[in-house]
């Protein structure tokens, strides 16, 4: 089973995960049902940028993003050209190295 390392996010995961997941779970699926809560706004229904991650390695082995999903991270704050959605990246055989970004952005979380 390939391997998800998530880098140290100051509020989503501290000192970092290591996760052991299922070829073609989604990198969003499988860090919630692993504790680490990446906001989802849109429940993965790939209409928001909320999950938004940056794949440092191993973005090759990902599914391909679909037009929608690019069409959305051109929204996503900080976006690089390993940006993905996460709630549509689809695990293959290779291990992931993932970094959330600091900021995101929310327009369904009322914080006030």
Partial sequence: MPKITFLPHQDICPN????QV?????ICRAALDNGIELEHACELSCACT?????????FDSLTTATEQEEDLLDKAWGLEAESRLACQ???????????IP???????????
């Fill in 50 to 58: 909320t999950c938004h991650v940056i794949v440092r390695e191993g």
């Fill in 102 to 112: 600091r900021y995101t952005l929310n327009y369904a979380k009322e914080t006030h």
């Fill in 16 to 19: 970092g995960a290591e996760i």
């Fill in 89 to 99: 990246a689809l695990i293959g055989n290779e291990d992931l190295l993932i970094e």
């Fill in 22 to 26: 299922k070829t073609g779970t989604s």
